[in-house]
């Protein structure tokens, strides 16, 4: 379990703030693996049923990241939603730190 801390607690250090093209691949490759600690969670019967919320959070970061990287969108509003949704996954990584 100590080794699913740390890799949380690194995780959480390198989510970007920025919207750039690399941050938006880095924060989808962050998703996928966060994703990943949490199903070897789930896979814990401590941790089996307070996992569930933090999967229901993941989706609408993730719809809120493709926002951002939309051609139409201005850059103002890129840096908004990529920010949204970077402070909304600093959230929720913040919150399972806490388990």
Known sequence: ???IKERIKELFAHIPRRHTAENVKE???ILDEYE???I?????????NLVAPFFE???PIRATIKKSN???ASK???DVLFD????ALKDIVEELMQL
Request: proline share 0%.
């Open 1 to 3: 379990m100590t080794e």
């Open 27 to 29: 924060m989808y490759g």
């Open 36 to 38: 990943d600690l949490l």
């Open 40 to 48: 070897s969670m789930e896979a814990d019967d401590r941790y089996e």
């Open 57 to 59: 959070a993941l989706e």
């Open 70 to 72: 939309d051609n139409k």
């Open 76 to 78: 103002k509003s890129k």
């Open 84 to 87: 949204e949704a970077s402070g």
